[in-house]
């Protein structure tokens, strides 16, 4: 069997904090330079619906970069009201964040325009999106599934709200703060749990610990945003993928560095620590409002099941949710997830996804509408097993780790979807490989 070794530091720049960042650029009045930014599908998209509402921005691959996935983005804008009306529709392709976070931002300009994305985005829920926008005062059309098309009438004439969030939702969150951005007062983003938390940082916003212990993020409407430079540090979502290869495979050690370790994204270490995993965080520091360390992973042959049933711990690891399902299966034979219902609106339904293809692999499961089981591993499966990603990067990643963990023969559908977010996922696996 292949052992997994060495130090990797071209994993991908983290994609939330990378739209984010060329967002607020956009946002902000001035140059703004973001080093590190990632070559991603789903970054990409968020540049290109920037530069079809008329934002400058130029971007160029870094030289020292081997993968060629990493990139110097510049934007020039002039600050908030610099978007202009595109001719065509917005085309997201597969990035919920890009359509979420887009329309929070074209609430408060004053022309109208439509947002669409790939087969899977068209599927994805979108009245979360237009509930706290419409209360603003925008006009937006859903298709009556409520999904996108997400057609805005947008205003210069937003009012400002005060918006519990119904789901925790890091998206919804963004999405209201861009719009409060243009809004003529304050207004405020109550969460009963912590999602990520990047918006509120890279912004400076002000957060408000209520009496019942749940947060309300402050936005002061129309406040003058200067631009500031970006560096975006590794993506904690990506070293999931890495973590969980090298503890699954024997005599494997690897070194990931400077990945975020932000609190709000890194709550699957803790959980791998409390089931025994060999993970050692090194030379831990803070840049720019976030967490940065390095990562020293080791085999691990006496891994605990795992058990996520906290609607907190959830929230906190959500994407990640697909790949420690399938290692924990892939250890133990066993997994638990409830309170996780949201993991059917992502890019494909992720628990009928891992479920059917575990399915496949042989181990028994059981589904409920806020989770599933693993119940143990029937037979070892012999041959080739088609494996079906339906169209979604986490499930093709979390399934090509099994396929090396448990030395199949996996047949992935569709693997260049790994491409959203993790283009050179394959390279530094081989790269890896002693
Ligand atoms: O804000 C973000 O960058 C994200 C938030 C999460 O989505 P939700 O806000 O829908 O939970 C997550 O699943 C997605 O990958 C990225
Ligand atoms: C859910 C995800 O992204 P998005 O919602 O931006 O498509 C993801 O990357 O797992």
Redesign the pocket.
Known sequence: MAVYKGEVSTLPPDK?IS?RAALIGALASGVTEITNFSGGFDNQSTLEVLQACGITLTQEVTPSERSGSVRRVVIESQGLWSFSRPETPLMCNNS??TMRMFAGILAGQPFDSTLVGDVSLMKRPMKRVADPLRLMGAGVSLSESGTAPVEIRGTRDLRPLIYELPVP????K?LVAFAALHADGESRVIESLP??NHTELMLGLPVEELADGRRAVVISGRRPLEARPFHIPADPSAACFLIALALLVPGSEILLRDVCLNPTRAGYIDLLLEAGANIVLENVREIGGETIGDIVVTHTASLEPLRITDKAVVANI??EIPMLAVLSACATGSFDLEEAG?LRT?ESDRISAVVSNLERLGFLCEEYPDGFRVKGRELEVSGKVNIETFHDHRIAMSFAVADRALEAELDISDREIIGVSFPNFFDILEELKA
Request: glycine content about 6%.
């Open positions: 939330s739209h919920g964040s939702s890091a998206q919804v963004s999602s990520r959500i994407d949201e992502k």
